[in-house]
């Protein structure tokens, strides 16, 4: 029954990353044909052509390889500097030039003059580029919202879920044991009791955790714990000390290896799954945004660990870098989970919801072959013709993004060495959820 849970669980990760390709490709179709830019291939997938339908000037399909997709494009690139897009070079930095060149023209047609993808403005090819990125995005916001404000998230609540005997510092080795000259805690002396509700300190609701958090790291002295106990409330006086704790990061959660001195209550909070609120679910969603930044910043520092994970006896880290592999593993362990129907259905939602917001993010990069590096072309040619326009110089035209193909080969090289490393520790030390 697990091992077919398993493959239940893989099965629809695939089908959501098939979606979420398909619907990528779908902003670049849509937004290309509304500036009537000729597109005769919209595939999912990658290799040998599993289904295909020809549909107006347009063959869609669907292929072997899930690991991607694109549209065709009439005219990718301007010709080049002779006027010719067929001329050939024994250089071979400029035979790649040539070759994308040549690709951008071998299914040109007659009348498709007016219609191809450089001779519009920079404006527009902007936005078809950006299109396929943004679709990801919206689908990645609609589902975190979605997910947090009807299924809700498994945080920490406002009922203790366990209360500490004394006062021992964060960056104490064994944080459970009591030393013996420990004080006790304001908790522990309050007489606060696993299952207490709290729903105010000092006469100030606490409706979440990140509120009463901030309300005890702030708080010395003598006040009042208001807590609902088998239905009743009832009014604790605590006097809050200030001892080493765990930083947070203001919402919530910790900043691992970090201690910073603040007021301290002495008990640890129960989990729960907590509807959010439409301002609770957009400022974590921006969280996920600024992590997911930081991730891919982070990406280049990852490799020595992956590495070892792949090929030495190294610990695959928990915020490791994980490939379509690895996330359909993970995929297929969220319907073996024990944990409700409903959980294992949301934690599913938000793995697709992460693939896609990570989607965004890394096409955005402003390099070939990604959308973000024709993005970047098109804002420059912009910028080149206001600029000659502004010191009254001629136009310089289009500006030629096949001349940094050979960028994009070693961009890609580096991109394909990188995927399968990850590929490699995917699956001989998988990341793993618990």
Known sequence: MTALMTVLGIVVFVLGLLFSIAWHELGHLSTAKLFGIRVPQYMVGFGPTIFSRKKGETEYGVKAIPLGGYIRMIGMFPPGDDGKITARSTSPWRGMIEDARSAAYEELQPGDEKRLFYTRKPWKRVIVMFAGPFMNLVLAVVIFLGVMMTFGLNTETTTVGSVQKCVVPASAKDTDKCPKDAEET????????????????????????????????????????????????????????????????????????????????????????????????????????????????????????????????????????????????????????????????????????????????????????????????????????????????????PFDVAKLMPVAYVVAGIFICFTLLVLIADLVNPVRIT
Do not use: C
Not at 376 to 394: C, D, I, K, N, Q
């Open 186 to 397: 304001p908790a522990n002396k309050a007489g606060l009791r696993a299952r207490d509700k709290i729903v105010a300190l000092g006469g100030v609701p606490t409706p979440d955790w990140p509120t009463l958090q901030k309300n005890i790291r702030k708080t010395t002295g003598a006040t009042t714990v208001t807590v609902e106990r088998d239905g009743k409330r009832l009014d604790l006086h605590a006097v809050l000390i200030r001892n080493e704790v765990a930083k947070t990061d203001g919402h919530g959660g910790y900043v691992e290896g970090e201690t910073v001195k603040a007021g301290f209550l002495g008990f640890a909070p129960a989990h729960g799954v907590v509807k959010q609120s439409f301002g609770q679910s957009v400022d974590r969603m921006g969280d996920m945004v600024e992590q997911g930044v930081d991730s891919l910043i982070a990406l280049p520092s990852k490799v020595p660990d992956l590495w070892d994970a792949a090929f030495g006896d190294g610990e695959r880290k928990a915020d490791s870098p994980m490939g379509v592999v690895g996330a359909a593993r993970v995929g297929g362990e969220i319907t073996t989970l024990d944990i409700p129907a409903s959980q294992q259905v949301a934690t599913m939602l938000f793995l697709v919801a992460g693939f896609n917001l990570s989607l965004f993010l890394f096409n955005m990069l402003p390099l070939l072959p990604l959308d973000g590096g024709h993005i970047a072309g098109a804002v420059w040619e912009s910028v080149r013709r206001h600029m000659a326009r502004l010191f009254r110089r001629p136009d310089p035209g």
